[in-house]
């Protein structure tokens, strides 16, 4: 799935959807581009550096992931440019992607990350029932954030 | 007191990758191993699915060469069916490759290899980065995304999306390239290759400015195995199978599918990863490396003009044998991807690219079926058993991070002993280190079919008490 040019907002939900809830990134953003509220989408396994030219374009950037360590069904927090070195990973965190796309093409989006807790890692395509729950209240969520955001623009 | 160094990832899902260094009461390295701690379990997870449903769900194996599966799968299928596919669709399938092949080589050296080559294993770490390389040079980072995004444009042109490609299928592809697609990717390739150019003269300039380092660093007496072309050219999509010795002698050419002959697995208890040998050899003697480096060393030519005049260059690099420094990986791998879009040309000009005569059809269903291709790191094999219906009894897979296995923890063992000094540790040392690595390029991700995110921690070991003096933990 590919971001159009259409909106100024994108909501990026990386992860493998083939490791259970290590998919809910990718139900995310699927779930969103279905309500038709004016957003674009990109889903895919993992971030990469040259995603900075998709989002150098946008003005409101979620990243939509699983998380494993926290309590709550979902976290949202705003987040900024950051660079650490990778050693020989080739995943890179939304900071660091904020981080080049700033220094490369000078913007900044507002950018939120969105972790969701998943529960189930292992090999399998379907969401554990609590990840979806989890996921449906990030899509509200993240759709009032889109709404008041929109509201503002006008 | 001797101590272990451990480089170990932190991470929320998968296993780890760990690099243990054991040091003596005088600071001095004794060993060093390289352990991936997580199982694959992805041949299991296949078992009961349909061998036509195998090239939409290896990709998920890897978010970084995912089209490699793809076509490996597809190609497992292709001798399930017992489909010899029409040239149009093995063009479409090997241009998917070229992408591949671009887009992940340009991102190994922008991303990984760059910033030790661009300031140095002992920089600040807090500019050895891509960030730094974009303050330090932004139109040579501007380059590398765009030639990254390249690759993906190829991908995505024929699969629709670039990451996961639904292309394809036993006995040829699902969909036709469009001229203007054709056309569009046509307009940009002399840029790219243009781009490519320039991180060769780059990696040159640097092998020149530091050939005593190049000598010495992470230098392995191997075999060397990849795929070559019927001529012996570098081949990256087809082809039989080569094996060379030490010195460059032949020792096997082979048709991919009797892998099983000729390739045996060693299993250690201190990593998950095993260890993949040449069986006449046995274990150790029979191990070979693969990815950038063991191509080159195999391969006898490259058919197109521009990458063939730098494999002259690298194949003077050790008077014709085979070439063993491990940074050579590097400069390597820069080849291959200049190979890679001028073969990507090649095939966007050949008028069988724009046929619609892209699928054969068997209605024959064999027993088993192997796919083999090379993937960015090296050798890829896919090998699936199936019951008379095509449902999947059995799976293995060899991925080219496990062909790598030994070199990278011999290696790791031969760069700590010459740079490590476990009395007067600095980031720099380590951080050489991790850049035998970083030569490899390995896909943990891949070789233990884990999530994705492989970070890496390094243990510090006393050698006479076995206690942990320090870890360095690494995202």
Known sequence: MEASKETNILVIGYGNPARCDDGVGEYVAKRLLSEDIGIDILTLQELGPELCEDISGCELIFFVDAGIEQEEPFLIREITPKYKTPIFSHHITPEMLLAITEELYKTKPKSYLVSIKGYNFDFGFELTETARQNSEKAIEKIKEICMNWQLQKR | ?475
């Open chain 2, 1 to 475: 007191m001797a101590q272990k160094i451990t480089i170990q990832p932190v991470t929320r899902i998968e296993g780890h990758a760990r690099i243990t260094i054991y040091v003596n009461d005088d600071g001095k390295v004794d060993r060093a191993y390289f352990h991936v701690d997580q199982f694959r379990g992805f041949e299991k997870f296949s078992e009961g699915r349909m061998y036509y449903e195998m090239p939409i769900i290896t990709p998920r194996i890897c978010g970084i060469c995912p089209v490699s599966h793809h076509l490996a799968s597809a190609k497992a299928c292709d001798a399930i069916i017992s489909a010899d596919i029409p040239r149009p669709a093995k063009l479409l399938r090997e241009l998917m490759h070229m992408g591949q092949v671009i887009q992940s080589h340009s991102m190994h050296f922008f991303e990984l290899a760059g910033p030790d080559l661009i300031f140095g294993w002992d920089a600040d770490p807090k500019i050895r980065n891509v960030v730094g390389i974009v303050e330090a040079n932004p139109e040579l980072a501007l380059k590398a995304v765009k030639l990254r995004k390249f690759g993906q444009e190829i991908i995505a042109k024929l699969a629709g999306r670039r990451i996961h490609p639904n292309y394809a299928v036993p006995g040829g592809v699902n969909n036709t390239l469009s001229v203007k697609d054709r056309d569009e990717l046509l307009s940009e390739i002399d840029t790219m290759i243009s781009y490519i150019q320039e991180g060769i003269s780059l990696a040159k300039d640097w092998i020149e400015k530091n050939k005593e380092t190049v000598e010495e660093f992470g230098v392995l007496s191997t075999g060397y195995m990849g795929l070559v072309t019927d001529e012996g050219g570098l081949e990256l999509y087809d082809g039989k199978v080569k094996l060379i010795d030490k010195d460059g002698n032949l020792l096997e050419l082979f048709d991919g599918s009797k892998y099983l002959d000729y390739i045996g697995e060693h299993v250690e208890d201190w990593s998950y990863l095993k260890f993949p040998f040449y069986k006449k050899l046995g274990w150790p003697n029979g191990v070979y490396r693969v990815g950038p480096l063991g191509r080159l060393n195999v391969a006898e030519k490259i058919d197109t003009p521009l990458a063939q005049e730098e494999f002259k260059n690298f194949k003077s690099l050790n008077g014709g044998k085979p070439v063993e420094g491990s940074l050579y990986y590097h400069y390597a791998r820069l080849i291959e991807d200049l190979f890679a879009a001028e073969r990507a040309k090649e095939l966007l000009l050949d008028p069988d690219i724009l046929s619609d005569d892209i699928l054969a059809t068997t209605g024959k269903i064999l027993p088993e079926g192997v796919g083999v291709i090379e993937a960015p790191r090296g050798t890829l094999i896919h090998h699936y058993w199936v019951d008379d219906k095509g449902t999947i009894v059995k799976a293995n897979l060899i991925v080219a991070t496990g062909h790598n296995n030994w070199a990278m923890s011999k290696g790791v063992e031969e760069v700590a002993k010459r740079y490590v000094d476990g009395k007067n540790l600095t980031e720099g040392m380590l951080n050489r280190v991790e850049g035998l690595i970083r030569c490899y390029d390995p896909c943990l991700s891949c070789s233990t079919h884990a999530v994705g995110k492989m970070p890496m921690v390094i243990d510090i070991v006393s050698s006479s008490t076995g206690e942990v003096i320090g870890s360095v933990k690494r995202d």
